[in-house]
């Protein structure tokens, strides 16, 4: 008996032609309330040659979309300004009945306005640093210098959330 076996439920099911895409996908509200989370998201963009480059980022959110920033002479961005698609996922889990995501698939939209820059900065630096209080905003301006900010306008949304087979 394999470990899948053992543990039963869609682990047991796999390669048995059985669809449980319905049973695991999120809500909207999940999603949301997921991704609040303090998490590291994995983000694909598309290098000169076709290969994939992929990278973990810290987020924040602007504009209710996933948001980060990164150094403007950066590989993602030189790859983002030739070629705006991106992928992103955000995910959690080691065993199988606890795996949980969301991947984002959009368009970047890259930009280097202070004022959205330092809302975006404030929201990645109160969830991975702490929180933002004031007396931050000269750490979060240092953050941002010589960066800009990417939001991914997202298209289209994947979840799954295995702990609810």
């Known amino acids: ?9 869609a682990a047991g099911e796999m390669g048995k ?16 309330e997921f991704l609040r ?5 994995s983000l694909a963009s598309i290098n000169p040659d076709g290969s994939i480059h992929l990278v973990a980022m ?12 990164t150094k403007a002479k950066s590989q993602k961005v030189r790859n983002l300004r030739r070629n705006p698609n991106i992928t992103c996922m ?9 795996l949980k995501g969301v991947q984002i698939v ?3 939209e890259i930009f280097d306005d202070r004022d959205r820059m330092l809302e975006m900065g404030k ?8 929180p933002y209080t004031d007396d931050m905003l000269p750490a979060v301006e240092m953050m941002l210098n010589k960066r800009v900010g990417i939001k991914v306008n997202h298209t289209r949304v994947a979840s799954w959330d295995h702990s609810k087979l």
Do not use: C, P
Request: charged residues 30%; proline residues 0%; without cysteine.
């Open 106 to 108: 959009g368009t970047a």
């Open 58 to 69: 810290w987020y924040g959110f602007l504009e209710g979309e996933i948001a980060f920033e």
């Open 123 to 130: 929201s990645v630096f109160s969830r991975h640093v702490g």
């Open 17 to 32: 032609g059985v669809k449980q895409r319905d049973k695991i996908r999120m809500t909207d509200d999940e999603i949301a």
């Open 1 to 9: 008996m394999t470990q899948f076996e053992a543990a039963g439920g």
């Open 37 to 41: 989370g303090k998490h590291t998201m």
């Open 90 to 98: 955000v995910e959690t889990g080691d065993d199988y009945n606890e």
